[in-house]
């Protein structure tokens, strides 16, 4: 289009100037066959005239040559000593007037006498002529100058009128050719922009796998992508496997090493207590961190915020039936995260249990739908908080800012690691509530 639509008005330009040209030169057939009959017919004075008297055998048979002002003249001229041009004869038509013409016709005859010249003027009525003019040496070697003019106005609408069609026959050809393209291309790429749609709903796990009837040019790449989503999954199904069983090789030796240490009093077994269950803690975090990235490569799973949050919710009001929380959830219908139900299940539960343990009395829980497939999950509620220089600590595993509050120091953290996993973010700020507020981005739809 970029290449079409410029050369369709230059096509139109084209045209208007050759249209222009073979009006033009219809009006210059009559103007020489005029300057022929003026020169076949203009004679010198004879012997009872004075010298170099002109007159003509003679003139012009076209009638509008004879009418006043009919936009038809001409004109036999002499140059003055000064450059100006004097009329010898002329037509009745110009009705005394005379015919002006520019500077540059008397230089271009003094190079070129021979030569004729067409040029422009203004006619005894205002009008713009058309001129002819021809330089004529008598036998004297007196030099005069035939001129033939008419008037183009009705020439000029001519050309404009033709103008303004070319150029919007070329603007609707324009609007055509770009509306044809783009169907063209449109209905050319129908099978792109319908895999592409099925890529993306495969992606928000509406379903499953790329279907469909597609050309044989788009066939293959179909039946790629279907076989990339079965790879995905295998290495997801590969990496869950090799994470429980690295799971089930570490947990069984430390759930022996605990054992064996709570059966014994000595100090040695304290310590190995300790720090057995110090590993166990590191275990469970990193392995849970591990299952986290496997789960967040996976293709098409999508959770429902709502059915997981509200649920956490009721658990936890019976787990702190103390405090008398109130929820205050606001979440909007339909909204969909796109990972695993037990990733966010993970997320949510450390998030509300660590508000519940904190608040007073209140904790609201409030997710909005932003662009680019993100939606925001914020946690507040109405405890103590955090000061600014306190929220890196908070985030750190195993941190614990308060030992008399019961707890691991992994929540946060592993909500971080988990968040991170499916290219999210946490954040820690403060709450309207007044305590502490997480603010979590995580891939969604509605």
Same mark, same amino acid.
């Given at each position: &289009?970029?290449?079409?639509? $410029?050369?369709?008005?230059?096509?139109?330009?084209?045209?208007?100037?050759?249209?222009?040209?073979?009006? *033009?030169?219809?009006?210059?057939?009559?103007?020489?066959?005029?300057?022929?009959?003026?020169?076949?017919?203009?004679?010198?004075? #004879?012997?009872?005239?004075?010298?170099?008297? %002109?007159?003509?055998?003679?003139?012009?048979?076209?009638?509008? *040559?004879?009418?006043?002002?009919?936009?038809?003249?001409?004109?036999?001229?002499?140059?003055?000593?000064?450059?100006?041009?004097?009329?010898?004869?002329?037509?009745?038509?110009?009705?005394?007037?005379?015919?002006?013409?520019?500077?540059?016709?008397?230089?271009?005859?003094?190079?070129?006498?021979?030569?004729? /010249?067409?040029?422009?003027?203004?006619?005894?009525?205002?009008?713009?002529?058309?001129?002819?003019?021809?330089?004529?040496?008598?036998?004297?070697?007196?030099?005069?100058?035939?001129?033939?003019?008419?008037?183009?106005?009705?020439?000029?609408?001519?050309?404009?009128? /033709?103008?303004?069609?070319?150029?919007?026959?070329?603007? %609707?050809?324009?609007?055509?050719?770009?509306?044809?393209?783009?169907?063209?291309?449109?209905?050319?790429?129908?099978?792109?922009?319908?895999?592409?749609?099925?890529?993306?709903?495969?992606?928000?796990?509406?379903?499953?796998?790329?279907? =469909?009837?597609?050309?044989?040019?788009?066939? $293959?790449?179909?039946?790629? %992508?279907?076989?990339?989503?079965?790879?995905?999954?295998?290495?997801?199904?590969?990496?869950?496997?090799?994470?429980?069983?690295?799971?089930? =090789?570490?947990?069984?030796?430390?759930?022996?090493?605990?054992?064996?240490?709570?059966?014994?009093?000595?100090?040695?077994?304290?310590?190995?207590?300790?720090?057995?269950?110090? &590993?166990?803690?590191?275990?469970?975090?990193?392995?849970?961190?591990?299952?986290?990235?496997?789960?967040?490569?996976?293709?098409?799973?999508?959770?429902?915020?709502?059915?997981?949050?509200?649920?956490?919710?009721?658990?936890?009001?019976?787990?702190?039936?103390?405090?008398?929380?109130?929820?205050?959830?606001?979440?909007?219908?339909?909204?969909? /995260?796109?990972?695993?139900?037990?990733?966010?299940?993970?997320?949510? =539960?450390?998030?509300?249990?660590?508000?519940?343990?904190?608040?007073?009395?209140?904790?609201?829980?409030?997710?909005?739908?932003?662009?680019?497939?993100?939606?925001?999950?914020?946690?507040?509620?109405?405890?103590?908080?955090?000061?600014?220089?306190?929220?890196?600590?908070?985030?750190?595993? =195993?941190?614990?800012?308060?030992?008399?509050?019961?707890?691991?120091?992994?929540?946060?953290?592993?909500? #971080?690691?988990?968040?991170?996993? *499916?290219?999210?973010?946490?954040?820690?700020?403060?709450?309207?509530?007044?305590?502490?507020?997480?603010?979590?981005?995580?891939?969604?739809?509605?």
């Amino acid at each position: &289009m970029l290449w079409t639509v $410029p050369i369709l008005f230059i096509t139109a330009l084209l045209l208007t100037w050759f249209y222009r040209s073979s009006t *033009y030169r219809l009006f210059d057939d009559p103007l020489e066959n005029a300057i022929t009959d003026l020169i076949a017919a203009v004679e010198t004075g #004879e012997a009872s005239l004075p010298a170099n008297t %002109l007159f003509l055998t003679r003139e012009p048979i076209d009638p509008r *040559y004879q009418r006043a002002l009919s936009g038809r003249y001409w004109m036999i001229g002499k140059y003055l000593s000064d450059g100006q041009l004097v009329p010898s004869r002329a037509s009745r038509s110009l009705s005394g007037e005379t015919i002006s013409l520019a500077p540059s016709i008397k230089k271009a005859i003094d190079a070129q006498s021979q030569s004729e /010249f067409r040029t422009t003027a203004i006619g005894p009525d205002d009008e713009p002529l058309r001129v002819l003019a021809r330089p004529v040496i008598l036998p004297s070697g007196e030099l005069l100058v035939m001129i033939a003019a008419a008037d183009i106005r009705e020439a000029q609408r001519d050309v404009r009128r /033709f103008a303004f069609l070319a150029t919007g026959l070329m603007f %609707l050809l324009s609007a055509a050719v770009a509306f044809a393209v783009f169907w063209q291309v449109r209905l050319g790429l129908r099978p792109i922009f319908d895999l592409r749609q099925r890529v993306v709903d495969v992606r928000e796990g509406r379903i499953e796998r790329v279907d =469909g009837i597609y050309p044989s040019e788009i066939a $293959p790449l179909a039946n790629e %992508l279907n076989s990339l989503i079965d790879h995905n999954k295998d290495v997801v199904d590969r990496a869950r496997t090799h994470v429980s069983n690295l799971a089930h =090789g570490l947990k069984t030796p430390l759930a022996v090493l605990i054992n064996e240490a709570e059966t014994s009093r000595s100090g040695l077994s304290e310590i190995v207590m300790r720090q057995a269950n110090s &590993m166990k803690r590191q275990v469970d975090h990193h392995l849970q961190r591990a299952r986290a990235a496997a789960r967040g490569q996976a293709i098409g799973v999508v959770t429902s915020v709502e059915e997981t949050v509200f649920p956490l919710a009721r658990t936890l009001e019976k787990i702190y039936r103390d405090k008398d929380i109130a929820f205050d959830i606001d979440i909007p219908d339909g909204l969909l /995260f796109r990972g695993e139900k037990r990733d966010f299940e993970e997320i949510t =539960g450390n998030l509300l249990d660590n508000a519940c343990k904190w608040t007073q009395s209140q904790v609201r829980v409030w997710a909005k739908l932003i662009d680019e497939g993100q939606f925001t999950l914020e946690v507040g509620d109405d405890g103590p908080g955090l000061e600014e220089d306190q929220y890196s600590e908070a985030l750190k595993r =195993g941190a614990r800012l308060d030992e008399a509050t019961p707890g691991t120091g992994f929540g946060l953290p592993i909500v #971080e690691d988990l968040a991170k996993a *499916y290219k999210g973010d946490l954040k820690l700020g403060r709450s309207e509530l007044g305590g502490l507020s997480v603010v979590l981005t995580l891939p969604g739809r509605v």
